[in-house]
Structures are given as structure tokens and as C-alpha cells.
């Protein structure tokens, strides 16, 4: 089609001789003196399986068309360098299909050819970088991070967030529990909190728990409802980075890999408490360190010119913006929160409970009652366990483990040997 809505084929020559007609002929007189298709190859030049393939066919094969390539029209061209860049995000399949929901079929090589040059053009723009420095206490940039790490003999996957003031370059890191968007809003007030004060803006990427939408064309981000209130309650301005540009976050980004590279590597580490204990100390020491891009100690840098420069932080502490979960006590007495178990009096099994998950403890309520309070862990998988919650059990877990030594002590006892052992265990 050539009415600017399908594609057009470029105009080319007909035909395209691919094997001069002499050569052919040669060929052939070789083959019938005898000569072998490999040694015919050798002899005129041509590939052989060229000259098996002209030696099969007829006069005709001397001529050969050449497929002639097809080129998307002007108007649907400019459509899929628009899509190419947006709803596509970079990926020429995608546009493809994009356009095939439009009415216009092409093959993926024929739009490949159509946005090439925007292709190009895009990934010198995600490469390069026009550094951009703000002035003090302008702007803080906050992102997280994920590796997997060795902790207490077991290799499990950790997630931290990572803040970074953009003038100063000093650096905040925490050990997060989730991606959820109470532990980033928990995060972005420690980080506060550990500067001493706000920046005027904060820079995040499009995270799913803080951006609910980001309208490239328009330029319209909408924020999830937490993070907007968030950021109303401590009197920052939230900023955005466009999508498939970390780039423009640079500080951060490049905080996420010092972070992975330096403060964590391969070490290994007995808890989270002890990792996180570990991250806290290498803050500072990472903040007394002769930055790559300043040539100062982000240390320096932020007692010099940025502290006096942030805005004090609330005098009042501000609320916490707590989660809280229904929950159904497994026969082992436990509830799970984000993939830790916590035990509650063993008298609430199958029962449902309600779970407040706070920065620092998790507290179990049962018909409005508070029945259990423990020190919230971040190691997935772990059991965080109050012995008390199995007083009045028939068999006490201490009791349980007595009697297994006993066996091995003295093998052959009866069981009422074994009762005597655990007399008074009866609830």
C-alpha cells in the first residue's frame, strides 16, 4: 500500500543477475566433463552449494530476482518512532504489535529498519550524561538495592535503600524488610532524620509502591496516595526521573553499586542486626572518604555548606503510618509477616488475629487485645519465638528436649520412666 497507512516497497531493479550467464555456462561445461561440484567452486569462484544449485536448474536459475525490501510510509514511520520511545520502550516487537493493533502489518527487520535511527539516538541519550550539580541542600536522592548475601550460614536475597545528598554526596543505607511502600516512607524519615534535616526536594525512581502512573508524553506523574501524604506531612517536593533513565539519578545509582561493590562484597555476617550494625558504620566511614567526582570528604562538603542549608526537621515527631494484617495462627502457633513466622500464646491457634507491623516490632491483637509483641525481624524465613507462648502445653519445648536426652542416656527406659521425667507437665 502507498497511501501513507501500510507500507510501500522501495524501488529497486527488477531483477539482479546473481551469477554472470558466462560463468554459468562454465560451470556446466565443467560438470560435464566430469569435474565434481567442489572442485568447480574452486575453480570459478563461486560457493558450492551456489554451483549445485545453478547445475540442478534450468536456463532460468541463471536469473535470479532478489526479494525486493519493504519500508514502512512517512506517516506510519513517525507513528512507530513515537511508539518506539513510549508504549514500546525501546523494544521493536513490541512496535510491531503496537502496529498490528493499528491495521498495519509489517515484519519485525522492516520496523527495525523504520526506528533505527531513533534507536540510535536513544541509547546515546540514555549513555550520555550532562552532569548536574545542586546547590546545597537542594536535593536528596533515594533508591533501593538487592543482593544476595550469606547471613547465619544461609544465602538469602537482602534488600536496602539507599539516600544520597546530592551536593554533599554523604550516604544513608538501611536494611528493608520489603519493597512495600512503608518501609520506603520509613526509610525516606530515617534517612531525615540521619542527616539532620530536609532537603527541599527528593529525587526517586518510578517505583511501583510510590509512582501509581508516569505520563511521559504528557509529563504527568501521579503518586500513590501514601507517598503524596508522606511528603505533604514533612514539607518535601517529590521529583520523579523519567522512565528508562536512571541516569538522571545518577548519585543514587552509582550509591547502589558502592554499596553492593564496597560495603557489602561477600561478607559474610551472623544476623540482620549485625549486617545493618555493619552498614551503619561503614556510613560514616564511607562519608570520610575523598569523593571520585568532588575531591572532598562528603563529610566535609556537608558541615561546610549543606547542613545549614537543609530544613529543620519536625519538632513533633510525626506519626508512623503503620501497616496492619489479618492473619490466621497456624497449629504450630505461629502467624507469617513478610516471610517471617512470630509465635502467639499457643491457646490462639486457628483463630484470626490482627498483625501491626511497625519499623520495630510486630504486635499481635486478638479481639482487640494485645496478645504478643516481638522485635520485628528482616531475615526471611526466620522463626522469632516467645517460649512463654507454650506454657500449659502438656509437653513444654524444655521438657520435650529433656526427655530426648534422656533416651539417648539411657536407652531402654519405658515410658513411664519417661513420664516421671516430665511430671507436672500436664496443663
Not at 541509547?123 to 536528596?140: D, I, K
Not at 525512581?205 to 514533612?234: M, S
Request: aromatic residues 6%.
Amino acid at each position: 500500500m502507498t497511501d501513507g497507512i501500510g507500507v510501500e516497497a522501495l524501488r529497486r531493479e527488477p531483477e539482479v543477475a546473481m551469477v554472470e550467464p558466462e560463468v554459468v555456462v562454465r560451470m556446466r561445461v565443467l560438470a560435464g566433463l566430469g569435474w565434481g561440484s567442489k572442485r568447480i567452486s574452486h575453480e570459478v569462484g563461486v560457493a558450492r552449494n551456489t554451483v549445485r544449485r545453478y547445475l540442478r536448474g534450468g536456463l532460468e536459475a541463471e536469473i535470479q530476482e532478489r526479494p525486493r525490501r519493504r519500508r514502512l510510509s512517512r506517516s506510519v514511520r513517525a507513528e512507530a518512532e513515537r511508539l518506539m520511545e513510549d508504549e514500546a520502550g525501546g523494544n521493536a516487537v513490541v512496535v510491531r504489535d503496537l502496529l498490528l493493533a493499528r491495521g498495519v502489518t509489517a515484519s519485525v527487520r522492516t520496523v527495525q529498519r523504520a526506528v533505527e535511527e531513533r534507536r540510535r539516538r536513544m541509547n546515546a541519550e540514555a549513555l550520555a550524561t550532562v552532569r548536574f550539580e545542586t546547590p546545597p541542600g537542594e536535593q536528596m536522592q533515594a533508591d533501593l538495592g538487592e543482593k544476595r548475601m550469606r547471613i547465619g550460614g544461609e544465602r538469602v536475597k537482602v534488600i536496602f535503600f539507599v539516600a544520597v545528598l546530592s551536593y554533599s554526596r554523604r550516604i544513608f543505607v538501611k536494611l528493608l524488610g520489603s519493597g512495600r511502600q512503608e518501609e520506603w516512607l520509613s526509610a525516606l524519615a530515617g534517612a531525615f532524620e540521619h542527616f539532620g534535616g530536609l532537603p527541599r526536594t527528593i529525587l526517586v525512581d518510578n517505583a511501583g509502591p510510590l509512582v501509581a502512573k508516569h505520563d511521559v508524553r504528557r509529563r504527568v506523574v501521579t503518586l500513590t496516595e501514601g507517598f503524596a501524604a508522606f511528603c505533604r506531612d514533612w514539607g518535601v517536593t517529590p521529583r520523579v526521573c523519567r522512565p528508562y533513565r536512571a541516569r538522571t539519578k545518577g548519585k543514587t545509582e552509582n550509591g547502589v553499586g558502592f554499596v553492593k561493590k564496597n560495603g557489602l562484597a561477600d561478607r559474610t555476617f551472623e544476623s540482620m542486626t549485625s549486617l545493618q550494625a555493619h552498614l551503619s558504620e561503614w556510613c560514616h566511614l564511607a562519608d570520610g572518604r575523598i569523593h571520585g567526582t568532588t575531591g572532598e570528604r562528603p563529610t566535609d562538603r556537608y558541615e561546610q555548606r549543606e547542613a545549614a542549608a537543609l530544613q529543620p526537621l519536625p519538632i513533633r515527631s510525626l506519626p508512623v503510618r503503620e501497616r496492619r494484617l489479618r492473619r490466621r495462627v497456624a497449629t504450630d502457633c505461629l502467624v507469617d509477616v513478610d516471610a517471617v513466622r512470630y509465635s502467639v500464646p499457643y491457646r490462639l491457634v486457628k483463630e484470626s488475629v490482627e498483625v501491626q507491623v511497625l519499623e520495630e516490632e510486630v504486635v499481635v491483637f486478638h479481639a482487640g487485645c494485645e496478645v504478643a509483641r516481638h522485635r520485628r525481624s528482616l531475615q526471611a524465613r526466620q522463626r522469632v519465638i516467645d517460649p512463654g507462648h507454650y506454657d500449659g502445653l502438656w509437653r513444654p519445648w524444655e521438657k520435650v528436649a529433656e526427655s530426648v536426652a534422656l533416651e539417648v542416656a539411657f536407652p531402654g527406659r519405658t515410658l513411664a520412666d519417661y513420664e516421671a521425667v516430665v511430671a507436672g507437665g500436664r496443663a
